[in-house]
């Protein structure tokens, strides 16, 4: 790549922006930096002058005027902060929210439009582009956040990609073969062709617009027992706490509907999803050592009693 392929791809992107300029297309008083500034106050609460300068990048005279006219409009309110008296929180009024959403609802139905230019076929390629780009051009401020990552339930392809994450991932981290993506396809393929929606869940976690991670909750064969499977948290998005909340999800889905008890079946190898169910109050009730998936393992079973402590709080 050239300075020129660079300089060629940002004289395109320009035009696709122009393309979505607020201004012109969403019949809205505000110049594109304006609406960005309406975006990160309606979605940062307690936002400040100095916040607001770093997260955009943007010359502190500029970002003055564009306060002072928003105040002037009744749309923002400013205050000292409660936390550094130097500084000045900044907050929507009522009708800045207004404004905010009524721009974020006529954004979406831009972007919408331009999207529908793209064959459904090819977005699951424009997706991965746009965050090639993001990851090798970021920076820090650019870096996953807990706060970033959605737990949802799966849509279509999503429970292909469990079985196929599952293969891969075991693979490459433990060199497992064929068999454990064996089990997991059959897993999978039970829930999908039999289930009951109201005892049965599947929650994928998802940062960026693309899957990176996902659990399980079935029926057991004990009268009253949910099963907890196939937790899997790609290597990307480990450390923000998302096997904690898929985790957490599971128990308070479990003990919702009625569940007495929640277990689960692990290996002693997965030494970080161990961690995990400790830290949510399971207990290890048995070990068997077999050789499984090309390896010599320790199985173990571990076990929640859903009644012990309902009040106990988890991850969100």
């Known amino acids: 790549m050239t300075v020129q392929d660079i300089r060629s791809f940002n004289r395109f992107y320009t035009n696709v922006i122009g393309a979505l300029d607020y201004g012109r297309h969403l019949y809205a008083p505000y110049t594109l930096t304006e609406s960005r500034v309406l975006y990160e106050l309606a979605h940062t609460p307690q936002a400040d002058a100095a916040d607001l300068r770093t997260e955009l990048s943007l010359d ?57 230019t793209v064959p459904p076929a090819d977005r699951p390629r424009l997706t991965e582009a746009m965050l090639t780009v993001r990851t090798l051009l970021g920076d820090s401020r650019t870096a996953p956040r807990p706060e970033d990552v959605l737990l949802r339930e799966p849509g279509p392809g999503d429970l292909g990609w469990i ?19 064996g089990l997991v396809a059959r897993i999978v393929a039970d829930f999908a062709e039999d289930h009951d929606p109201h005892l049965e869940r599947v929650w994928i976690a998802e940062l960026d617009g693309r899957p990176v991670g996902c659990v399980m909750c079935v029926r057991d064969e004990a009268p009253g027992t949910a099963r907890l499977r196939l937790l899997l948290v790609e290597p990307e998005a480990r450390g923000l706490g998302v096997g904690d909340r898929l985790v957490g999800a599971v128990i308070g889905f479990a003990r919702g509907v009625g569940y007495h008890e929640l277990v689960l079946w692990t290996n002693d190898v997965l030494t970080a999803a161990r961690r995990i169910y400790l830290r949510q109050g399971f207990t290890l009730v048995a070990e068997k050592p077999h050789r499984s998936f090309g390896a010599d393992l320790t199985g173990q079973d571990w076990r929640l009693d859903l009644r012990a402590d309902p009040d106990r709080p988890g991850p969100r």
């Open 163 to 181: 079985v196929q994450r599952n293969a891969a991932l075991y693979a490459a981290e433990y060199g497992w073969n064929a068999d454990y993506e």
């Open 60 to 116: 502190s005279g500029y970002l003055s005027r564009i306060l002072n006219k928003f105040e002037q409009d009744g749309l923002v309110e400013r205050a000292t902060s409660e936390k550094d008296p130097r500084r000045r929180r900044i907050t929507l009024t009522a009708r800045g929210r207004e404004a905010a959403a009524l721009l974020d609802e006529r954004a979406r139905r831009t972007v919408g439009t331009l999207l529908a």
